[in-house]
T-cell receptor, first 114, second 114 residues
Framework: ETGVTQTPRHLVMGMTNKKSLKCEQH?????MYWYKQSAKKPLELMFV???????ENNSVPSRFSPECPNSSHLFLHLHTLQPEDSALYLC?????????????FGSGTRLTVV | AQSVTQLDSQVPVFEEAPVELRCNYS??????LFWYVQYPNQGLQLLLK??????LVKGINGFEAEFNKSQTSFHLRKPSVHISDTAEYFC????????????FGTGTRLKVLA
């Protein structure tokens, strides 16, 4: 499989649940990202990993916890979420900072918090 | 800090008509500019980018954009649209120094009518 793959595609969870989103890239990129996409709002950068080290954390609440075990995999661990966290969560990867070739995005996980 | 403004949230246009999607940015430093497209239930896909050189850049699917430094704009155009161009289009800017984050606009929904 090529590109950036995100699982699951859809997730419904209660506010007391714990779940994880998974992202996998087969492009040999060295940077990976989590973005949150909510209706009528710009894409919000949540986390950036470069060479498996976190280089950016945009004041994201601690109920979101990222993990990057290697350059091909990225996880977003979720716990005690709020209804306003319902959104499309997009994973992306790039070679270096992405300015030369852009980002490659996955299809996203549609998260609904009930 | 940079910002991106997409002036139109929705643009309806008839098939085979030309279209222009507007994007303005502000920044105190040199920037790179990008357009991405998001089809329903998919992630974002890079359409084209401006890094330097010729101010008219051509991308995939017959789209092109023109960088205008004096007007701080990067408008996207297509001379003749197809039904399949119906999607959401995002303008993005990043610092030319190569940081790990883009600033995205709020998106413009292009609806092509038969």
């Amino acid at each position: 499989e090529t590109g950036v793959t995100q699982t699951p595609r859809h997730l419904v969870m209660g506010m007391t649940n714990k779940k994880s989103l998974k992202c996998e890239q087969h492009l040999g990129h060295n940077a990976m990202y989590w973005y949150k996409q909510s209706a009528k709002k710009p894409l919000e950068l949540m986390f950036v990993y470069s060479l498996e080290e976190r280089v950016e954390n945009n004041s994201v609440p601690s109920r979101f916890s990222p993990e990057c075990p290697n350059s091909s995999h990225l996880f977003l661990h979720l716990h005690t979420l709020q209804p306003e966290d319902s959104a499309l969560y997009l994973c992306a990867s790039s070679q270096d900072s992405g300015t030369l070739y852009g980002y490659t995005f996955g299809s996203g996980t549609r998260l609904t918090v009930v | 800090a940079q910002s991106v403004t997409q002036l139109d949230s929705q643009v309806p246009v008839f098939e085979e008509a030309p279209v222009e999607l507007r994007c303005n940015y502000s920044s105190s430093v040199s920037v790179y500019l990008f357009w991405y497209v998001q089809y329903p239930n998919q992630g974002l896909q890079l359409l084209l980018k401006y890094l330097s050189g010729s101010t008219l850049v051509k991308g995939i699917n017959g789209f092109e954009a023109e960088f205008n430094k004096s007007q701080t704009s990067f408008h996207l155009r297509k001379p003749s649209v197809h039904i399949s161009d119906t999607a959401e289009y995002f303008c993005a800017v990043s610092e030319a120094s190569g940081t790990y984050k883009y600033i995205f606009g709020t998106g413009t929904r292009l609806k092509v009518l038969a």
